[in-house]
């Protein structure tokens, strides 16, 4: 790999406060009370932008999800808030966490608004449900914006999933209520987006030093390393796959480095190394990295800039970057 060094003054010169707080924590690895740190993270908590997403996350659950991969969803913005360096304390928050918390399915997962569509068993209405491939997504939401995975509704919650695990990874599964549900994939396939997804929550947990993240993670690897002989649940590994998008909400090369990178098993692995070096190399000759594609409801925020360095892109690929000892 090209003897790169992360771009750290040129995110915080340039860089959005978000992106100034991914660099100095995640890159530089400066301690919650950092004065630089601190300044950034109350620069997020007044930038307009952010306020806007604040203002949509107080409607939750919102609108129904009718697609795994709607980038406007507010399943998606939680995590974003949390990385962006907001908590659950704060105060257009906590009221969306205590609502989550309060609503959780019968099963223990957290729940989503969903449409229940009459081809996948349910009665064309929007309930609060959940489906493995967004409840994980929500846990991740409260773990990451710092609620403590001891909390009782939290703990269940982990423990569901956990359960939910194979002997391959995480399937295709549903609450009670869709049936006999399974997406398009043989049976004792993993789902590639479930897994990831799952992984993401479990990294936070406990459960990270499970058997069945152990497991999860060689899904996905030899995903990666299969991936001229099939696609699984539809997910292929190609062109779209492999270019750098943000923030994180589908399958992408950049979304899978940074959850199996914090695994210590994924980062010893080689297809891990291979993975993150083809990420490595697109960055330009300064460190930097550009939208190789982007979500149309994220477009007036710098990581949706398909023609111009981001940030904000590069500080997270440069976390990665740290994680993996590049």
């Not at 601190?38 to 007044?46: E, I, L, N, Y």
């Not at 947990?205 to 060689?218: K, L, Y």
């Not at 979500?295 to 940030?311: G, H, I, L, M, T």
Request: charged letters at 20%; a neutral charge.
């Amino acid at each position: 790999m090209d003897n790169l060094s992360p771009p750290v003054e040129w995110i915080r010169s340039e860089g959005e406060p978000w992106a100034r707080v991914i660099a100095l924590r995640d890159v530089l690895g400066r301690p919650p009370d950092d004065p630089d740190l601190q300044a950034a993270r109350a620069a997020v908590a007044a930038h307009p932008l952010v306020k806007g997403l604040l203002d949509e996350a107080g409607a939750w659950p919102g609108a129904a999800l009718k697609n795994h991969n709607d980038a406007k969803h507010l399943i998606h913005k939680l995590p974003v808030l949390a990385e962006f360096g907001l908590s659950h304390t704060h105060p257009q928050l906590a009221p969306v966490v205590e609502s989550i918390l309060n609503n959780p399915s019968a099963e223990g997962a957290f729940q989503t608004m969903l449409h229940l569509s009459k081809r996948f068993g349910g009665d064309d209405a929007d309930r609060l449900s959940w489906m493995l491939c967004d409840a994980p997504t929500v846990l991740y939401g409260l773990l990451s914006l710092g609620v403590p995975a001891h909390t009782p509704a939290v703990a269940r919650a982990i423990d569901h999933l956990l359960g939910l695990a194979q002997d391959y990874g995480w399937p295709c599964v549903a609450a009670p209520e869709f049936g006999a549900f399974r997406g398009p994939g043989r049976k004792d396939d993993p789902c590639p987006y479930a897994t990831l997804v799952s992984l993401r929550a479990l990294s936070l947990t406990p459960g990270a030093e499970s058997d069945a993240v152990r497991t999860g993670i060689g899904a996905l690897l030899r995903h990666w390393e299969t991936q001229k002989e099939r696609k699984i649940y539809l997910f292929g590994i190609g062109t779209d796959f492999r270019k750098p998008k943000y923030p994180f909400i589908w399958y992408d090369i950049l979304h899978v480095a940074d959850v199996l990178s914090r695994f210590p098993a994924a980062r010893a692995d080689v297809r891990l190394h291979a993975m993150v070096g083809e990420l490595h190399a697109q960055a330009d000759a300064q460190g930097r990295f550009t939208a190789g594609s982007m979500y149309r409801a994220w477009k007036e925020w710098d990581f949706a800039d398909k023609k111009a360095p981001s940030p904000t892109l590069t500080a997270v690929a440069w976390r990665v970057f740290k994680r993996m000892e590049i």
